[in-house]
């Protein structure tokens, strides 16, 4: 499965993106890894251009609740994309935050899936029961 | 071992040709009323006639060059990566077109030399249906080739009569690959140079290829601290007649493009101080801060209708301004490029046979504290007696 990721915004931080490919690939993902500093539109076109059906974000400094409020009205944009399974993770808010709050925000701003200080795995595993379920469903 | 002092070069523009020996530099005004051969001969006949052919070097960017449309997926990929290659190849992009909305955008009328599609890396596929056979039926073109995913390559071959299939400038990474639509279209523009009636006189005064001049002038940027102190990175500027090329270093824009070249091109069609003159004007008619420059040069807008000396030195003040807003934040292009990491700034061409360094610095303080609110001075440089062109044409003469 092609899967599209990278850390949003003019975040720097690189070392979670780093493990991210690498657990990704070990996972059986083909993955595209658009590197720290990548924009939103960005995402949107490396989709498709891959034709990916999973695009994962990564925010780590902060800036995703900005980002956030952008998806919709930018995805709306985009014909190819409804079947795209968007996930992100990281440290979704400005300091520490209440997660089922921010996970409900998120979810309305078009994420499928949110794992707010979730560790990798964790989160890698919820996306795979995730796949699973829509295939089924 | 000097390989230039037995060689003419000579450079045909849209306005301006000029020609150079080891010892001078000419430049004359086009009579439009000539053939171009008539029109050198007329004018330095006795210089050409002293040369042997096969020590005569032209180029000539006299066509304008080629006009190209694009029709990709995306802005961050496929238009971009085409974008970039065209203007590398010194090819003019006229719209690019991303496929999606391709029913919601209007056809050009004039004739387009190539027409470009692009789009998908190779494991994608489908990207493409009849709406493009249906918009390129409507189009008006000469060549159209296929740089695209593999997959779909052969579906529109069958539609799309003369389709030229070259291998994906988009890769498994993402990441571009310049070589085979870079080679493909700098051979086109090499036919069409050639293939013009007036170019084709040239071939009687000389025995070597004709070339483009954004070509040679490219062969020159790796060379030009050899011939100007000019600290890394710098943006060339040749606001010429019709068209203004800019030509600057990569590390001046962030982007997702890796390619192996430190420098890259874009042109700015209809920016010009003669040909392009009305749309000169228009465009600085439609800049909020082009009225602040006219007065702070202390001059009115009737100074567009005006045809002197002041007037074309005015226009060309306007032009380096306009074409640092384009490359800006402020008006975004395809590219925008950090300005404010800029060390050098090289003004080439006819504007420095009007325009001294005062005038030029004048202008580009303007731009800074206006537009980037920043008092960073880049040092300006003059390439007054077109080492430059010279460099390049020298360093391809040396070569051949
Ligand atoms: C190293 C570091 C830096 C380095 C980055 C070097 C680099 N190039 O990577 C430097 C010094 C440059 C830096 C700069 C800044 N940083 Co910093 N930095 C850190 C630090 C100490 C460690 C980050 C790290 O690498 N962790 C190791 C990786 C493996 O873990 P992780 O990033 O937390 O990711 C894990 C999970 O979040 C998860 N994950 C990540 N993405 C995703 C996505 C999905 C889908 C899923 C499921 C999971 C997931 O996986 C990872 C492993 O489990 C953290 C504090 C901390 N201890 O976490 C602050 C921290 C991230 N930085 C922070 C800040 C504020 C900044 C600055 C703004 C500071 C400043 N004022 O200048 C700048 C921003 C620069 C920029 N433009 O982005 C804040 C962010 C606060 C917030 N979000 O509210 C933190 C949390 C520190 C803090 N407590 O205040 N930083």
Redesign the pocket.
């Known amino acids: 499965m092609k899967v599209v990721?990278g850390?949003i915004?003019?975040?720097?931080?690189?070392?979670?993106?780093r493990?991210?490919d690498l657990s990704l690939t070990a996972r059986g993902y083909e993955v595209f890894n658009l590197g720290?500093?990548t924009y939103l539109e960005e995402f949107f076109d490396a989709a498709v251009e891959t034709g990916a059906e999973i695009l994962?974000?990564?925010?780590?400094?902060?800036?995703?609740e900005g980002w956030g409020r952008e998806v919709k009205l930018l995805k709306a944009k985009y014909k190819s994309l409804d079947g795209l399974t968007m996930?992100?993770?990281?440290?979704?808010?400005?300091?520490?935050g209440n997660a089922e709050d921010i996970v409900t925000r998120f979810k309305n701003y078009g994420f499928d899936?949110v794992?707010h200080?979730?560790?990798?795995?964790?989160?890698?595993d919820?996306?795979e029961e995730y796949m699973q379920e829509q295939k089924h469903s | 071992m000097s390989t230039n002092n037995n060689k003419l070069l000579v450079d045909i523009g849209s306005t301006y040709f000029k020609v150079s020996t080891a010892d001078s530099i000419e430049q004359h005004f086009r009579d439009f009323n000539k053939r171009i051969l008539d029109d050198l001969m007329h004018k330095c006949g006795d210089i050409v006639q002293s040369y042997e052919p096969e020590n005569v070097h032209i180029c000539s960017s006299a066509n304008g060059g080629l006009s190209t449309l694009i029709i990709g997926l995306t802005h961050s990929y496929s238009l971009k990566y085409a974008t970039n290659i065209a203007y590398n190849s010194g090819i003019n992009v006229i719209d690019s077109i991303v496929f999606q909305d391709i029913e919601e955008y209007s056809i050009p009328s004039d004739l387009i030399d190539v027409v470009i599609i692009v789009g998908g890396i190779d494991s994608n596929g489908g990207v493409f249906d009849e709406r493009l056979t249906s918009y390129l039926d409507k189009l008006n073109y000469s060549n159209v080739v296929y740089v695209g995913n593999k997959n779909d390559a052969q579906e529109i071959a069958k539609t799309v009569e003369r389709l030229e299939i070259l291998p994906n400038i988009i890769d498994d990474r993402l990441h571009i690959v310049e070589t085979h639509l870079k080679d493909y279209l700098t051979n086109l523009y090499q036919q069409d140079i050639e293939g013009k009636e007036d170019i084709k006189d040239l071939y009687e005064v000389t025995g070597n290829q004709i070339y483009s001049t954004p070509f040679v002038v490219n062969k020159s940027l790796p060379l030009i601290h050899t011939s100007f102190s000019v600290t890394d990175p710098f943006i060339l500027l040749d606001i010429g007649g019709a068209t203004t090329d800019v030509h600057y270093s990569k590390d001046l824009v962030s982007d997702n493009i890796v390619t192996e070249q430190g420098h890259d091109r874009i042109v700015f069609k209809k920016l010009g101080v003669y040909k392009s003159r009305q749309s000169l004007i228009f465009t600085a008619e439609n800049n909020e801060y082009a009225y602040e420059l006219l007065m702070h040069l202390k001059v009115t807008e009737n100074i567009y209708n005006e045809h002197s000396e002041k007037a074309t030195k005015i226009l060309m003040q306007l032009a380096i301004f306009l074409v640092l807003c384009k490359m800006s934040h402020y008006r975004p292009a395809y590219v925008t490029l950090k300005l404010l990491a800029m060390n050098s700034i090289v003004f080439t061409g006819g504007i420095t046979k009007v325009l001294n360094t005062e005038d030029i610095e004048d202008v580009v303080a303007f731009f800074y504290r206006k537009i980037l609110n920043s008092d960073h001075k880049p040092v300006t440089v003059l390439d007054s007696d077109y080492d430059i062109w010279t460099l390049g044409a020298t360093e391809h003469a040396a070569c051949q």
């Open positions: 990721t850390v915004g003019n975040d720097i931080h690189v070392v979670a993106n493990l991210m720290v500093n994962l974000i990564s925010s780590l400094n902060g800036e995703a996930m992100i993770g990281g440290n979704l808010t400005v300091g520490s899936l794992c200080q979730v560790d990798l795995n964790t989160g890698l919820m996306l």
